[in-house]
């Protein structure tokens, strides 16, 4: 169950990433995103691909360096580089010590066989945080732990001995699934943990993850496109679009009433199992191409592609504001 404590605050972050020889910002990735996670609760992050979700959750961990913006982990200042009155960083940055915080905040990768070393065996993966938090007093408690951790993933100790090349993909993402732990965190950043398996195993994976949860207190920021699984496993949802977040809300009213056309768009998607209902539903089909985030539209950044795009819409960015209790949203259209 989740708390009313917010253990992450995220104001107005963004990360660019230059580009050698070309003038300006470069790939603009992440552009003013704003986001609460309490403790306990899994708040669940949607989109196209490119649109800039894993880059916000490997940015909030500060695997990448932030451009600008605040972040606050359990009252605790990450980052802070406030912007300017000219939208630009101030250079007033405040950039906490990492370190202790390694252990805090873990990651599960998106491909689980590109993220494990493969000279590594198993058990030298998950033992690694192990010995660089010094988290064991020798060999043995070492070795128990890293049994234990097998185990909670639903893995054999003699998987322990393992390359990560004699897995599959689910055992494989299991092993990272266990990496992540090994630290004992409070927050996960899961990217994508489920995109890269079968169907079948997809599900074993979100209630292992799930159980995990109610019986270690931990919170997630869940990556995923599938609205389906992020329905089932989010206290909330986000959606973004071109690095920017264009929604956020409690995950039964954001499915029941969206209100950014880019949100009735994504689940207009969403297949239904009932042949009759998915053939009367509408589907909102979207023309054109997703703009470059090294050149995105002025204004609102969805507007080249909303059907009810106005000239105010090229022109003016939207705020992200709050139109009801708990559901955040930017557009102009909701403020007529």
Not at 25 to 52: H, M
Not at 113 to 136: C, F, N
Not at 184 to 189: G, N
Request: charged share 25%; proline share 7%.
């Amino acid at each position: 169950m989740s708390s009313e404590k917010n253990l992450l605050e995220v104001t107005k972050l963004r990360k660019y990433f230059p580009i050698k020889g070309v003038k300006g910002p470069g790939v603009q990735a992440v552009q003013d995103v704003s986001f609460f996670i309490r403790k306990g609760e899994t708040l669940g992050l949607v989109g196209e691909s490119g649109c800039g979700k894993t880059t916000l959750g490997r940015t909030v961990l500060r695997l990448y360096e932030p451009t600008g913006g605040k972040i606050v982990y359990d009252g605790n200042v990450l980052y802070d580089n406030p912007l300017g009155e000219d939208g630009k960083p101030v250079g007033r940055t405040l950039a906490a010590n990492m370190l202790p915080y390694r252990r805090k905040m873990q990651i599960i990768f998106q491909d689980p066989s590109a993220s494990l070393d493969p000279r590594m065996t198993v058990g030298e993966i998950i033992g690694e945080a192990i010995d660089i938090h010094k988290l064991a007093s020798g060999k043995g408690e070492r070795a128990d732990m890293i049994k234990e951790l097998l185990g909670k993933v639903g893995l054999n100790t003699e998987h322990a001995n393992r390359y990560p090349h004699e897995f599959s993909g689910g055992q494989q993402q299991r092993v990272g699934i266990a990496r992540a732990l090994a630290v004992k965190p409070e927050f996960i950043v899961c990217d994508e943990p489920i995109s890269a398996l079968d169907v079948s195993i997809q599900s074993q994976v979100v209630n292992m993850l799930e159980d995990m949860q109610q019986e270690m207190g931990l919170t997630y920021l869940f990556i995923a496109h599938d609205l389906s699984v992020v329905r089932h496993i989010s206290s909330r949802i986000g959606v973004m679009y071109l690095g920017s977040m264009v929604e956020l809300g409690e995950s039964y009213e954001l499915n029941r009433n969206p209100i950014h056309p880019y949100t009735k768009t994504l689940l207009s998607a969403v297949p239904v199992p009932d042949p009759q209902l998915s053939r009367t539903r509408q589907r909102i089909v979207l023309e054109g191409d997703i703009p470059s985030p090294m050149n995105p539209p002025s204004g609102c950044r969805f507007h080249t592609r909303c059907p009810y795009a106005t000239p105010r819409c090229s022109q003016e960015v939207p705020v992200f504001k709050e139109h009801e209790k708990g559901h955040w949203a930017a557009c102009h259209l909701l403020e007529s």
